[in-house]
C-alpha cells in the first residue's frame, strides 16, 4: 500500500468473515516482557500464529483508566511509556503501528449503552505494545485501544463487552489486558527470579478463577468482592482485573476456553491468560 489513502481505503469498510474471531485475556505483567525473549513472550508470538491473522486489534488495557470510555481514533497511535525505573532500552522501544478512524467510528455506534468519546491524544500503552509487539512484530496490523471507564463498577463492563461481539465477525483480534491477580505492594522481590513463586491466597484465587471462567460462572466473576479475603489481596483496585471481564463478556456459546502462561510471579501476581474460541 502505498500512502495514507490507500490504507484508509483497505481498511475503512471491515466485512462480516465466515468466522468468529477469538478473544483474549492477556497476563501482561512487567513492562519488561516487552522486549525479553521467555516463556510469556514465547507464547504471545505462538498464540498469533495460531489464530487467524486479524484486520485489526482492539486492545482494552489495564493502564487506561479513565473518567468515561474512550477509544483511540487517530491514524498513527504514539507508543506510551508508562512506567519508570527500567533499562533505557525498554524506553527506546517504538511500536509504529497505523490506528484505524473508520473502526473506531464503528466501535463508538456499537457501545450504545455508553457515550465514547473520539479520543487523539492517547496511543498504546505498555498493557498494549509489550504484548503486540511480540504477536505481530512487523506493526502492519491497525492497533486500537479501549479506556476503563473508572466511574463505573464490574457489571457495567462486563455488559459493555456484550456490545462489541459483532467485530470478533468482522475480524477485529479483542483483547483485555491486565492480570488475575495484581498486588505490587505484596510483591515478594527476593522470590522475583524463583520460578512459579506465589502466596498461597494468590496460588488459591488464581485457581478459583480458573474454575469459575471454565464452568461459565460470571456471576461470581463479576462480583468477585464475594469471593472472600484472597479477593481483595488478589485484587486491591480493579484495573487490572476489569479486561478479563471485557474478554468473557465477548464468549460466544460455542466458544471453547483456554489458559495459557498460566504461572504465579513474585508472590503477588499472575500472568494467567484466557483464550475464548
Do not use: C
Not at 485475556?25 to 495460531?50: C, L, Y
Not at 466501535?107 to 465514547?116: D, I, P, R
Request: charged share 20%; glycine share 8%.
Amino acid at each position: 500500500m502505498t500512502g495514507l489513502s490507500a490504507f484508509n481505503k483497505f481498511t475503512s469498510d471491515l466485512k462480516e468473515d465466515g468466522y468468529l474471531m477469538p478473544v483474549l485475556f492477556v497476563g501482561h505483567g512487567s513492562p519488561m516482557n516487552g522486549i525479553e525473549d521467555n516463556e510469556f513472550s514465547r507464547h504471545w508470538t505462538k498464540m498469533a500464529q495460531e489464530i487467524p491473522t486479524p484486520k485489526a486489534v482492539l486492545v482494552v488495557s489495564a493502564h487506561w483508566f479513565s473518567k468515561g470510555t474512550k477509544i483511540t481514533a487517530m491514524d498513527f497511535p504514539q507508543t506510551i511509556h508508562d512506567f519508570g525505573g527500567f533499562p533505557q532500552a525498554l524506553f527506546d522501544v517504538q511500536y509504529p503501528a497505523p490506528g484505524n478512524p473508520a473502526l473506531a467510528r464503528e466501535t463508538v455506534a456499537l457501545l450504545q449503552s455508553a457515550h465514547v468519546e473520539l479520543d487523539h491524544d492517547w496511543g498504546l500503552d505498555h498493557g498494549t505494545w509489550t504484548i503486540v509487539r511480540h504477536m505481530y512484530p512487523g506493526a502492519d496490523i491497525p492497533v486500537l485501544q479501549l479506556s476503563i471507564d473508572y466511574t463505573k463498577g464490574p457489571q457495567y463492563h462486563f455488559d459493555l463487552a456484550k456490545e462489541l461481539y459483532a467485530l470478533r465477525k468482522k475480524g477485529v483480534l479483542i483483547m483485555g489486558s491486565g492480570n488475575m491477580v495484581h498486588n505490587l505492594r505484596m510483591v515478594a522481590w527476593d522470590k522475583l527470579n524463583q520460578d512459579a513463586y506465589g502466596y498461597d491466597w494468590a496460588l488459591q484465587l488464581n485457581t478459583k478463577f480458573k474454575e469459575l471462567i471454565a464452568g461459565g460462572d460470571y456471576t461470581n466473576l463479576i462480583h468477585y468482592d464475594r469471593l472472600g479475603p484472597e479477593a481483595r489481596l488478589a485484587i486491591p483496585t480493579p484495573e487490572h482485573y476489569l479486561p478479563l471481564l471485557y474478554t468473557l463478556g465477548l464468549k460466544g456459546e460455542k466458544d471453547a476456553v483456554s489458559f495459557f502462561n498460566d504461572k504465579a510471579v513474585a508472590g503477588s501476581l499472575t500472568m494467567t491468560s484466557v483464550k475464548l474460541g
